[in-house]
């Protein structure tokens, strides 16, 4: 046989076998964390983020601009610079080499299926859910790239550009509708607000378009495009963003080239069972994966840790999928029984809940409930709730009596007229069990909010 005949093959297999194993190999480099941004159930991971650009005439005629129905234009994010921004206690850092640094509030859709040359007919079915964020710019960068005819990517694409509130599912509270109105405030002052009807390219158009350059994916984010009033940022500022029907973002500019800051409100959650030998065995080791910010109530965190309904649950062999619920759990247990065990995070109260005070005196007297109510929050439940005051310290008020507790302190609250109020100036974690109970007649006829 012909010895270079032979060398060729077993360099050849060789070859393969050392391709083969560098294919295999781990990462030569440490990984990155996946990207992504929160929902009310779990974590959204990011793959890309296309931005429109000039979606607005009035912001179109602002920038210097001929903002005529033209195709669109996009531009990129890179996908870590998505960050989940829930509330003032997120401080997105002023960023390094620039002076001049802007605001872009944003309506933002992420998509949940993908696709390619997706009609304009069937892309709002691609569409997972709906966000409120800003587009945070290097404007001296910007103008720069500009006057040179050069990319953006510096004054675009840096560390923690994009901040997103809570990404809200179709299947939850639906699509958003052109009605809606888009509103940012800096310092409790509005400076952008506008309605989504006033798009230049909708959503629907958008999707096609995109999908007609690439194939989108699962995990894409569309941040759909700013109005007019864009401006400058310092630190310190305060930002707040709003679309209507969906949970604000919210953030604090810290200094110059600080790091992220992000208050950890979440809880970790173990969940025991059985094997399939009847052997007690940790299921889960985890955050709680089911959490809720509620639109209204800055800084506040539902953290929902475990729920069962109807009568006596079961117990029997488990696996980790038991553990794990598809959508948002109730905020009360059901008619027919149950619990709800979750843990609060109550902020301190400051100028936010004079929103709520305004919104609640709108609706309340369609009613019939007393608007002069001692606190806007106040309410009852069919339920009796045991809880525990974890850390900090907190204020049960009742309709005509009030209770201070702190770390450590139980309660029991049997369907009374209540409401919590964190009147320090630190957080506040209760952890609540909420059991199904019923109001006896006699007790509705004394009280007609029953």
């Given at each position: 046989m012909n010895v270079n005949i032979v060398r060729?093959?077993?360099?050849?297999?060789?070859?393969?076998?050392?391709?083969?194993?560098?294919?295999?190999?781990?990462?030569?480099?440490?990984?990155?964390?996946?990207?992504?941004?929160?929902?009310?159930?779990?974590?959204?991971?990011?793959?890309?983020?296309?931005?429109?650009?000039?979606?607005?005439?009035?912001?179109?005629?602002?920038?210097?601009?001929?903002?005529?129905?033209?195709?669109?234009f996009f531009f990129m994010?890179?996908?870590?610079?998505?960050?989940?921004?829930?509330?003032?206690?997120?401080?997105?850092?002023?960023?390094?080499?620039?002076?001049e640094f802007h605001y872009e509030c944003e309506m933002?859709?992420?998509?949940?299926?993908?696709?390619?040359?997706?009609?304009?007919?069937?892309?709002?079915?691609?569409?997972?859910?709906?966000?409120?964020?800003?587009?945070?710019?290097?404007?001296?960068?910007?103008?720069?790239?500009?006057?040179?005819?050069?990319?953006?990517?510096?004054?675009?694409?840096?560390?923690?550009?994009?901040?997103?509130?809570?990404?809200?599912?179709?299947?939850?509270?639906?699509?958003?509708?052109?009605?809606?109105?888009?509103?940012?405030?800096l310092n409790g002052k509005t400076v952008q607000k506008t309605e989504l009807r006033k798009m230049i390219w909708k959503v629907d158009e958008m999707i096609s378009y995109l999908s007609s350059y690439f194939r989108l994916q699962p995990g894409d984010l569309i941040m759909t495009g700013t109005p007019a009033g864009v401006g400058k940022l310092v630190s310190g500022d305060r930002?707040?963003?709003?679309?209507?029907?969906?949970?604000?973002?919210?953030?604090?500019?810290?200094?110059?080239?600080?790091?992220?800051?992000?208050?950890d409100k979440s809880v970790r959650r173990i969940v025991t069972g059985h094997d399939e030998q009847g052997q007690?065995?940790?299921?889960?080791?985890?955050?709680?994966?089911?959490?809720?910010?509620?639109?209204?109530?800055?800084?506040?965190?539902?953290?929902?840790?475990?729920?069962?309904?109807g009568g006596i649950p079961e117990v029997g062999l488990s696996n980790e999928e038991a553990c794990e619920y598809?959508?948002?759990?109730?905020?009360?247990?059901?008619?027919?029984?149950?619990?709800?065990?979750?843990?609060?995070?109550?902020?301190?109260?400051?100028?936010?809940?004079?929103?709520?005070?305004?919104?609640?005196s709108n609706w309340l007297p369609l009613t019939g409930i007393d608007r002069d109510m001692r606190h806007p929050l106040m309410h009852r439940s069919e339920t009796i709730d045991y809880g525990v005051v974890v850390s900090g310290e907190i204020v049960l008020m009742l309709d005509s009596e009030e209770v201070e507790l702190k770390a450590g302190d139980v309660f029991v609250q049997r369907g009374t007229n209540h409401a919590w109020s964190n009147r320090s100036n630190l957080p506040c974690r209760v952890a609540f069990v909420l059991v199904t109970a019923k109001f006896e007649d006699e007790l509705k006829k004394k009280n007609v909010n029953i």
């Open positions: 060729n093959s077993l360099t050849q297999v060789t070859l393969c076998s050392c391709t083969s194993d560098i294919i295999m190999a781990d990462f030569v480099v440490p990984a990155q964390p996946q990207p992504f941004l929160a929902t009310p159930t779990g974590k959204f991971p990011v793959h890309r983020i296309y931005c429109v650009g000039r979606n607005y005439y009035d912001h179109g005629i602002e920038m210097g601009g001929n903002p005529d129905r033209e195709p669109p994010k890179p996908a870590d610079s998505a960050v989940s921004a829930q509330d003032f206690d997120t401080t997105i850092p002023y960023p390094s080499s620039c002076e933002i859709v992420g998509i949940g299926e993908g696709g390619s040359n997706i009609p304009v007919e069937e892309a709002l079915k691609h569409v997972y859910g709906y966000s409120v964020g800003v587009d945070l710019t290097r404007r001296d960068l910007q103008k720069q790239a500009k006057d040179m005819r050069r990319p953006w990517d510096t004054s675009k694409g840096f560390d923690l550009s994009a901040p997103c509130g809570l990404l809200i599912p179709v299947k939850e509270r639906g699509h958003v509708r052109e009605g809606c109105v888009m509103e940012m405030t930002v707040e963003c709003h679309v209507t029907g969906l949970p604000p973002c919210r953030f604090t500019v810290g200094e110059k080239s600080s790091a992220l800051k992000q208050a007690a065995v940790v299921l889960q080791d985890s955050m709680a994966p089911n959490t809720f910010c509620p639109p209204m109530r800055e800084g506040v965190q539902v953290n929902n840790v475990w729920r069962h309904f598809g959508g948002k759990i109730p905020l009360l247990p059901p008619n027919e029984g149950g619990a709800v065990f979750r843990v609060i995070e109550f902020s301190p109260e400051g100028p936010w809940i004079d929103k709520v005070k305004r919104s609640t």
